[in-house]
């Protein structure tokens, strides 16, 4: 793990030195960026909507014995918005673009693609890092506020076609309980969660063994140190921010 910690520092301290001043590729963050994130939306959807209608039916199932009904808008609204809807496009990014950059890359070094760019003077954590980076930036914000909609939308339509309750009073206690602030949070975490799958995602490819096996290693360690490390950090800013 320490090892794996130090080589991971490593590769981040080496792309900010060689790219982060550097404008990338012309044309493919805008490639990245549709791939990782509309080639997304669809699995992201339908697991917003399911969290959307769950979580409406439990917070109505714990608030009947103490006749708080009403207060399903709110609870839907303060978990969705601020914790579940950028855990949720978190979690689906990186096992959905994490792990196809992870194995693309390890791909390329076991054709020895990697070493062809150097030769021909292309910085790889350049070429390969900074267009999966910029992209990622630009859409896991946006997935994640289309995660936010799509939850608080589906726990809508379940309190009042299927649990019966009004949805003036659904939508009027979820506005009142939340704010600008925690749509703001949101948003932030999407974009750090987005940093970070990036980073794990192509430094497992870069460090990856040569062969069948060490594409598939890296692709699993990929989706689980991503996952892992952005419920962690999900924590944190929490934290930070409502500590």
Avoid: H
């Avoid at 917003?48 to 917070?59: A, H, K, M, P, Y």
């Amino acid at each position: 793990m320490i090892r794996w910690l130090g080589g991971f520092a490593g590769f981040v301290v080496d792309w900010f030195a060689a790219c982060a001043l550097k404008a990338p590729p012309p044309g493919r963050c805008m490639e990245e960026a549709y791939r990782i994130g509309v080639r997304s939306l669809p699995v992201l959807l339908t697991i917003s909507i399911f969290v959307g209608t769950n979580l409406c039916l439990q917070g109505y199932n714990a608030f009947v014995p103490l006749g708080g009904q009403r207060l399903v808008g709110m609870f839907v609204a303060l978990a969705g918005i601020r914790e579940l809807a950028p855990i949720i496009a978190a979690a689906m990014v990186a096992s959905k673009a994490g792990t196809e950059m992870a194995s693309q890359i390890a791909v390329m070094k076991t054709r020895e693609q990697i070493d062809a760019l150097e030769v021909m003077a292309v910085n790889p954590l350049w070429w390969l890092v900074t267009p999966r980076l910029y992209g990622i930036m630009l859409v896991m914000p946006a997935l994640t506020v289309i995660s936010i909609f799509t939850t608080v939308t589906a726990s809508y339509f379940t309190a009042t076609i299927q649990l019966g309750l009004n949805g003036a009073v659904f939508l009027e206690f979820a506005r009142n309980a939340t704010s600008g602030f925690d749509l703001m949070t949101g948003v932030i975490k999407g974009f750090l969660f987005g940093i970070v799958i990036c980073f794990v995602s192509t430094y497992c490819g870069f460090a990856s063994k040569k062969g069948p096996e060490g594409v598939g290693q890296a692709t699993n360690a990929a989706v689980v140190i991503s996952s892992v490390v952005c419920v962690s950090l999900n924590y944190l800013v929490s934290q930070v921010l409502y500590g």
